[in-house]
């Protein structure tokens, strides 16, 4: 039987090395962190553990881009 997860989806962490982030993905094996300057790093669960502390931060707010306008197609001109 399974046992649960150290840390649940959308938990804040912060680890000595990579900083502030937000677990994806945690299991017996295997957890995944999304750290803020760092990005997406997969660690072995059990080595990984004793270096993670919870962090009572909100998750940064993701900034999306500004989508262009499309610039209006020139008339066609019929002689």
Do not use: W
């Not at 997406?40 to 059990?46: L, N, R």
């Amino acid at each position: 039987m399974a046992s649960k997860p150290a840390f649940a989806q959308g938990a804040q962490v912060e680890h000595g090395k990579f900083g502030l982030g937000s677990v994806l993905s945690c299991n017996d094996d295997y957890i995944v962190i999304k750290f803020d300057d760092h990005g997406e790093k997969k660690f072995v669960t059990s080595i990984v553990l004793p270096s993670l502390k919870k962090s009572d931060r909100q998750p940064p707010v993701e900034k999306r881009r500004a989508t262009r306008k499309k610039a209006a197609a020139p008339a066609a001109s019929g002689a």
